[in-house]
């Protein structure tokens, strides 16, 4: 499976952005899909996560309220709406795939399968 993430720019803050990950490979409606963030000097951090069905999803408390991750299997899409984006969610965003649910949701980057590169998300205050 290889990943794509897409979408991200500068925006004020309270402002939104839709962050997209493609993928390719016939597998990845098989996958659970976790979007990560690293800010400059800081460890990558667990954002959402997404089960392969999208029946299931999981935020960490710092975006719970403000983002929305789903999918679209038919295209080989994850999506992250961000809205009423902060000054502290400045950071680069990943996309990742895990074996399972459960995987994502534990927030261990090193539990993932396959990264995508970043698009990087900067809001102004």
């Known amino acids: 499976v290889q990943l794509q993430a897409s979408g991200g720019g500068l925006v004020q803050a309270g402002g939104s952005l839709r962050l997209s990950c493609a993928a390719s490979g016939r597998t990845f409606s098989t996958y659970a899909i976790g979007w990560f963030r690293q800010a400059p000097g800081k460890e990558r951090e667990f954002v959402a996560a997404?089960?392969?069905?999208?029946?299931?999803?999981y935020y960490a408390d710092s975006v719970k309220g403000r983002f929305t991750i789903s999918r679209d299997n038919a295209k080989n899409t994850v999506y992250l709406q961000m809205n009423s984006l902060k000054p502290e969610d400045t950071a680069v965003y990943y996309c990742?795939?895990?074996?399972?649910?459960?995987?994502?949701?534990?927030?261990?980057?090193?539990?993932?399968?396959?990264w995508g590169k970043g698009t990087q998300v900067t809001v102004s205050s």
């Open positions: 990742a795939a895990g074996q399972s649910f459960g995987t994502v949701v534990a927030g261990n980057p090193y539990g993932m399968d396959y």
């Open positions: 997404v089960s392969w069905s999208g029946s299931s999803t």
